[in-house]
């Protein structure tokens, strides 16, 4: 069969802009948490998944994935920045011939989205969502860069990866890719945004 990339979720950051009690991927978003609704929607893709996330917030991501779906950093690792969270994640899925990553933060993005992308991986190096010409999350990389991306430590290392190999922008009809939560005033948007999708989708028996 075929090997399919993998989705890496990201899911270890300190979130240090959320001044919210809990962290933000613990943030309440319908009948679920923010890194719980980001988790469905990776699922539906039925691609192949992996979490990146701390002992923390292991417990939450656990309720979605299995626990071989999970890569959990201590303190000092996470501290490292997303450049080694990503390199974890790329290698607990070595075998992947490529790698979708998303923040889990980004609930709103839609599975069509991450398959488009995934897909976008067999003819480019890198690809990466954007909306109306803006670009977005999740970018993914094709397995020719495993060795950059599992020696990848700090912040900014992806970008100088985009920027060195051809990036290939897959246009997608989601505005998701471009709504985090690193604020409190991004979880109301994305909350009104989320019930707004929600109220929109045709109930079951009736035409779309």
Do not use: C, N
Request: aromatic share 4%.
């Amino acid at each position: 069969m075929k090997l399919r990339p993998a989705i890496v979720v990201l899911a270890a950051g300190p979130g240090r802009r959320f001044q919210g009690a809990m962290h933000k991927l613990e943030q309440a978003l319908a009948d679920t948490s923010v890194l719980g609704a980001t988790l469905r929607s990776v699922i539906q893709t039925q691609l192949p998944l992996v979490v990146v996330t701390t002992p923390a917030l292991a417990p939450l991501a656990a309720r979605w994935v299995a626990a071989r779906d999970i890569v959990e950093l201590g303190a000092g690792e996470a501290a490292r920045g997303v450049g080694w969270s990503i390199a974890a994640g790329v290698g607990a899925r070595s075998d992947a011939p490529g790698w979708v990553v998303l923040p889990g933060d980004m609930p709103l993005v839609r599975p069509a989205t991450m398959l488009a992308v995934a897909a976008a991986l067999e003819l480019h190096p890198v690809a990466y969502a954007q909306h109306r010409g803006r670009g977005g999350q999740p970018v993914g990389f094709a397995g020719e860069l495993y060795s950059e991306l599992i020696s990848l430590d700090g912040d900014g290392g992806t970008r100088r990866l985009v920027a060195r190999y051809p990036a290939f922008g897959v246009d997608v009809d989601d505005p998701g890719v471009l709504m985090g939560v690193d604020t409190e005033g991004e979880l109301d948007a994305v909350r009104a945004a989320h019930a707004g999708a929600a109220s929109a989708a045709p109930r079951a028996g009736t035409a779309p």
